[in-house]
């Protein structure tokens, strides 16, 4: 059974027909070819298919694309203006914060949003106060807040790292 | 997936006529859950009912001082709202200690306390179940044992429930508010999963086409002094072996209130009402805290490979409620 | 031609902290590289590494990656992502027995599917021309050997209805009883043979070394000994898991036969499809550029090649795309085989070891022999006069298990490591006076010397660096806030093999740019940056004059990564290829004609592989807190030092030696596959319910590394760095455990149940 949907994906407008069966993940990937977001698990347990939709990070293996009907997506690749990295981005690069690669734009998707969770005073799990009005990026809660993105070439130190950087110019 | 329609409804009672007249009807909130089921087909629904944008996404005052919660909040917002933070910690903990930012982002309220069991024979449509296919029989009993309850199963079912935040809402006494064919009612959560011994094939008393529109929390004065704490085999990003909710108030040495809920013991959030029983009126003590909970854990029968449960939930219990007290 | 850094002391020793920062790296610029990710659909001509434009590179230099800026962008374009037109979908169906016959089979839903294209069982599939290797071979007969086999696949033009119609397949089996039961009383274990490189070479472990090695007395040397372990470690199933599932996009046309295929290398792979497939040399090109992770499990295995090849004969003029999902990954591209390990150790009064043993029983497939060298270690770790080892494997109705990072070491060191640990407890020695005491001056069992091995400055610096003098001696006395807290440590050793069969292509233009190509991988090492260094050193010339061309069979052919080879085997090739390409231009009296000059040179053969022992070593340091009351274990440090021979590029192989000491945590901590004995299959088998590492796991960890160069090895002085990390990491936190506890845990991993 198909529907047509429209998406806004990295700023730009895509309307196109899909199975109801396709994940928001499929869709870029397959239909719209915007393999940016990667299919690591396609059951929401690796975080590398991360996308923020309507500006929060959600897996977007397990959104049903007709469900994303009218919604706004962006991936890493819209995060860089071209060849002019986001700052996590350019972290990322920095510290190499990466090896192979695959799970690194859904990571980065992953981290801006996180920071903007953290400015907007999200808690997490590890925090001390959990009432506090500002949340101290530590790198306990960096890691805490990253962990729903697995990355088996294990450079979770270099990510800390690097995401501990953009917060502390 | 097996093939599906899929629509958005236009309003609640629609919604509701919709999914109880067609028995392979569902509705569809976050999804994190059903879609994931649907593509190893271990759910076949042919028709999806998208209530995510009907369902209120809000906290209002109730009566008697409580909160009710849109079903349709994200886990990630209830989390962070500053009343639950303040007057309910060991909900927010609880929310926080679930998933990942980004599957609470997209999970709702409303389908957390729907989530069906972890156990890998459930999730495998090879494999005998009779949760998921009723006469089939249980693989999992004489199978991988780890994450199996050790409270309340039956010979045809030893699921656990997997959520984290229905456990702090079994010990706040929270009270669903739900909109069904047969018009509005409510349900404690502490009465709203059946036991694996009337049919493990159905988890709740919900209707068909039954949905749960908010959730209400009661005034609970001792809960701002709560907490919840998961043990689980990674820091992050996994299910509970074993968690605990626990709320306590003590007075001149004695415990005056306390609630105390298990998570991943169980085919339910595990409201330890025996262990209440036993602590309320008596000192707060170390040894009583360790009685308390061996009496809880006295109804326990576990498998070989889940029996390690049984002292990590009392030694969880005991430590949450020293640290309770000292923190009082 | 030799760089300011190079010398032929091995004796400078410079202890390099490996962090990024103030290593003078040249940013590279992020504008460079369009041509590679931005419009894949015109890399099916070279695939070129960006340059690393405004470096002088070289080994030694910090150079970021240079595809980085592609990666953060997920603009570096993975096997499953290439554009092709109008692609069909092929999508697995697996075997729900262990071992038996499919006897019936009914396609008929299936085909009747709006959108299905095509199904494949044994009884259309096309017939091989080499199917007697089940790593490589698919659907040639009826025969089930494990649960999760491929017994079948439809093809389609939707990514879901190719997974839908493979539900409504129907087959059905004669199943046979199913045997998955290591242990090591089995009547029927045995004595590997031929598992040498995959089955394809006589040796009787993967690695060539014997199954069985002694030397001396052993059981007189035992008796003789005033101090004596005899300990049995296990350690089970575990699997790669990269972050890339295996997936291939295979064209198939009269002219040609493209198959862009994740891999750890293109050449082996494309040889074992064109033979299987019984193609014409050169006939089939195989394509991967950018590698989502592998670890052992994109080496040697083509199954996914072969499925999508066949997928694209059945339906002509269709490109097909094929993904494994995450659950069947479980059984088609293999895993850490389960292992049994019995050490015994015998100590004289001071320690010195007389005698050591270490035995392994082994889980394999009865579909196919692999057996790892898992007691290696013990043959070359610790000098005594009276030793053995030996190796036995079970043939089980399981999937063929294969080698996964740090193959034998890993698991073998745990063991070995463990046992030290247990036999300083013993004595009341420090843990590092006793192996320091048991150090040999030449390898105990051939009597070879050691190319380098600097083991003792590991420890030392390692022993400074992490305060190792204020560790609590005696057990279960430190604890904070309810955990408990201790240290441990352990060493590690792994092979620098040098694989046979790499060419390279070497060229200058007469503009004074060079192009080097070799058939070599990236699968996230470095590759890409670091063969560009070593290439600008041998060739003498600022690296952004060079530009390197790797991930495409159609290049020279080279060995694929693995065991810690890469670098020792594409860069000698490399460094002969720049050599023979200078004598080529001075032939030319030093002028490059206008049509440029090129060379293409084999791998040298050099008699020194035969006189000296290479390996990498290190130490490796945990501090590890256990909850008194929930038994959960956390390790907030690790700090590894290691001697890695000369480093090509510190932050590319601090990130590898990070990468390896987390995977080392993994292993300790989480990391086990659930095997139900009745059913035979693997029952935890997604990342829910099989763990990894994930951030908040890992606290700090510090890697160093001595620089110091190999004398002997290779041109660049370097050792392997891509194992080492992960090797005796399990044994340092299982010791810490103890230290922290006074609880020995010698079955992996570390859960919490075993603190209780």
Known sequence: MEQKITLRVDGKERTLTVDTRTTLLDALRERLGVTSAKKGC????????????????????????????????????GLADGDDLHPVQKSFVAEDAFQCGYCTPGQIVSAVAMLREAKEGWPSVVSDDLDADRVVLDRAEIAERMSGNLCRCAAYVNIVTAIEKVTRP | MKPFAYQRAKDVESAVTTVAARPEASFLGGGTNLVDLMKMEVLKPELLVDVRHLVSRTIEPAHGGGLLIGA??????????RRIRRRYPMLSQALLSGASYQLRNLATVGGNFLQRTRCPYFRDVTMPCNKREPGTGCAARDGVQRDLAVLGADASCVATHPSDMAVAMAALDAVLHTVGPSGERTIPVNELYRSPAEGPQRDTVLERGE??????????????????????????YAFALVSVAAALEVRHGSVTQVRLALGGVAHKPWRATTAE????????????????????LAAARPLAGNAFKVPLARNTIVSMLRDLTEGA | MTSPNETNEPSRRAVLKAGVAGLGATMVPFGAFEALGAEPAQAAGPVTAPPAAASRGGIGAALKRVEGPLKVRGAATYAFEWPVEKPAYLYPLLSTIASGRVTSVDTRAALAEPGVLGVLTHLNAPRLAWADEPEVALLQSDRVAYHGQIVGAVIADGIETARYAAGLVKLEYAAEPVDVDLRTDRDDLRKPQHAQGFGQLPGDLMNGAPADTSAGDFAAGLASAVHRVDATYTTPVQHHNPMEPHAAVATWTDDEITLYCGSQGVSTPQELLTRAFGLEAGRLRLISPYVGGAFGSKDFSALWGTLALMGARLVPGRPVKLSFTRQQMFTLVGHRPAAIQRVRLGADARGRLVAISHDAVQETAKAKQYAEQTVQASRSMYAAPNRRTSTRIALLDVPIPTIMRGPGEATGMFALESAMDELAEKMGLDPIELRLLNEPQTHPETGQPFSSRHLKQCFEEGARRFGWKNRARKPRTRRKDGWLIGTGVAAATYPSPRLPGSTAFARVDRDGRYTVRIAAADIGTGTWTTLAQIAAEALGVP?????????????????????????????????????ALHAAVDEHGGKVPPEGIEVTVGMPDDPRLRQYEFGSYGAQFAEVRVHEDTGEIRVPRLLGVFDVGRVINPVTARSQLLGGMTWGLSMTLHEETALDHRYGHFVNNDFGGYHIAANADVGSIEVHFLDV???????????????????????AIANGAYNATGVRVRDLPLTLDKFL
């Open chain 3, 709 to 731: 160069r190999d004398p002997h090895i290779n041109p660049m002085g370097s050792k392997g760095a891509g194992e080492i990390g992960i090797i005796g990491t399990a044994a």
């Open chain 3, 543 to 579: 690296q952004n004059r060079v530009t390197l061309q790797i991930g495409d069979s159609s290049y020279p052919r080279a060995s694929s990564g693995g065991f810690s080879s890469g670098m020792n085997s594409w860069g000698t090739t490399v460094y002969e290829a720049a050599r």
């Open chain 2, 211 to 236: 949905l749960i529109t908010a959730v209400e929390l009661p005034a609970a004065p001792v809960a701002a002094h709560s907490r919840y704490r998961k043990v689980r085999d990674r820091a992050s």
């Open chain 2, 277 to 296: 029983r036993a602590l309320v009126g008596r000192p707060a003590t170390e040894a009583g805290f360790r009685a308390a909970a061996e009496a809880e």
């Open chain 1, 42 to 77: 396609d059951h929401g347990q690796c975080g590398a298919c991360t996308v923020m939709l309507d500006g929060r990070r959600v897996t977007s293996c397990l959104v049903l694309a007709v469900a994303g009907d009218g919604a706004e997506v962006v991936t890493a690749a």
């Open chain 2, 72 to 81: 349709g909040m994200s886990n990630n917002e209830l989390a962070a709202d």
